[in-house]
């Protein structure tokens, strides 16, 4: 009876696990799909395609693995629930929560980026990056974070910086190439971005990283380009809402007093703070919240706060070859939630051209990151029209951009993370070096962009 009873069990057990498993697998082929994942950031794996090569060498199936691991039912709160049994198991730091793991590049992308990097002489390896917050629709699934180390200290997350001067070396030789390039008529500046981690990091840790490999970078800079000192200028408002708590980026203050440091090194007048319109957007959790699942964080939101200009301007977006150009603005202010960062320029385009109500015939082209997003508008208010281009998806000559709009300045403005890495090297080689036969084509009349991310219109 016993035996009896036991193998009813066991069928039981069975049936039901069974019964689970075709439910599950039912719900995830019937459910409908998101594309993007909001809280990371980035691309969700879509269902691989069958090919011979991808089947014989396993990668078919390691592919289907990534699906069914990114599309599963109630991934967030399964994350979220994980993320809580973490926090309370084991031994920890009351005050220094550490987090690290890996989002490195697949192989296959490593290897080809680097004989891409070998054909314009830089060796190093490639370095994945610290940035992007809006990832255009075409764009394939890639690592665009990799938050290597992030410490949670009194509340905010923290990522360790740690840096290459072969690497920094490399950079400052690429900017001395775009110099020698544009001649005495065009203005090179470069600005050194930190992401705060000096300013904020417990008293046992070892300070002035980010300092000391900013003033290398620097040292190793040609006399001709003019640096902006926008380390010492965030220096002193240390205490202030600079950077964010949850995210990697600095706020819309802590771009406030970069542009002060950019306007003493252009000889320019800045405007005062109470010259600005100053917004806030509330409850933002940003990447390194998502990066770690730190319920400390979550319980210091932060807030978005953007200061809109007094100048009247009008705003247009290109694709990566410039052979489309449609209307857009200079803040999306419909940004929400974890994708409030987005408020500044709305997205990271290929290229923006803003043109404002200052008649001065002064141009400036930036080279930018996503910090580059927060920092750009404050130009906007001194020259007549600004270019922003994201090195990430350009794929058109800047030489051929500053001479078809005849612009005499040009800024380099990278977190410290972007300017130690390879990868944006070698891309800002290819934009200075590379044929592109695409022509930009004439304004196309449009109401509005959609933003891949924020996923909403841009309302007139």
């Not at 542009?259 to 320019?268: E, K, Q, T, V």
Request: glycine share 4%.
């Amino acid at each position: 009876m016993k035996t009896f009873f036991s193998n009813i069990y066991s069928r039981l057990n069975s049936f039901v696990f069974v019964i689970i498993l075709i439910t599950v697998g039912l719900l995830i082929i019937v459910l409908p799909k998101e594309k993007i994942s909001q809280d990371e950031k980035r691309v969700l794996t879509r269902f691989p395609v069958l090919t011979q090569e991808n089947l014989f060498s396993g990668k078919y199936f390691e592919d289907i693995d990534s699906y069914y691991s990114d599309n599963f039912i109630y991934r967030n709160e399964f994350i979220e629930i994980a993320s809580k049994f973490k926090k309370i198991k084991g031994i920890k730091n009351e005050e220094i929560q550490y987090f690290s793991k890996s989002k490195a590049l697949s192989q296959s992308k490593i290897k080809k980026t680097n004989k891409q990097i070998s054909k314009v002489g830089v060796k190093d390896k490639i370095d994945t990056e610290t940035v992007n917050d809006s990832i255009p629709s075409d764009i394939s699934n890639e690592a665009f974070e990799n938050f290597n180390s992030v410490i949670v200290y009194k509340n905010r997350a923290i990522q360790i910086f740690s840096a290459s001067e072969k690497r920094f070396s490399s950079f400052a030789n690429l900017v001395a190439k775009y110099k020698n390039e544009l001649g005495p008529n065009v203005n090179v500046f470069c600005m050194a971005i930190p992401v705060g981690s000096d300013f904020n990091l417990p008293p046992s840790f070892k300070k002035n990283r980010e300092k000391n490999s900013i003033n290398y970078l620097y040292s190793k800079m040609n006399p001709s380009i003019k640096c902006v000192k926008a380390y010492d200028e965030l220096e002193k408002h240390k205490n202030e809402y600079i950077q964010f708590n949850t995210d990697h980026h600095w706020t819309g203050r802590g771009a406030y007093y970069a542009y002060l440091a950019f306007c003493n090194s252009a000889g320019i007048e800045p405007l005062t703070v109470d010259k600005f319109e100053i917004k806030k957007i509330n409850n933002f959790l940003g990447t390194l919240y998502y990066y770690t699942r730190c319920e400390d964080l979550k319980q210091n939101k932060d807030y978005v706060e953007y200061f809109k200009i007094p100048n009247a301007t009008k705003a247009t977006c290109f694709n990566e070859n410039l052979s489309s150009e449609k209307g857009t603005k200079l803040y999306a202010e419909y940004a929400r939630g974890g994708n409030s960062y987005g408020v500044f320029l709305g997205s990271d385009y290929p290229m923006m051209r803003i043109r404002s109500d200052v008649k001065n015939g002064k141009k400036i082209l930036i080279i930018k990151d996503s910090y580059g997003n927060a920092f750009a508008p404050f130009l906007c208010s001194h020259f007549e029209e600004v270019f922003v281009v994201d090195y990430r998806y350009l794929k058109y000559n800047i030489l051929n951009i500053i001479k078809k709009y005849g612009i005499n300045n040009l800024l380099f403005a990278h977190n410290v993370f972007v300017l130690n890495s390879t990868f944006t090297t070698y891309q800002e080689y290819k934009l200075l070096n590379s044929n592109f036969s695409v022509k930009p084509s004439k304004a196309e009349p449009t109401k509005s962009i959609k933003d891949t991310i924020i996923n909403k219109k841009d309302e007139d």
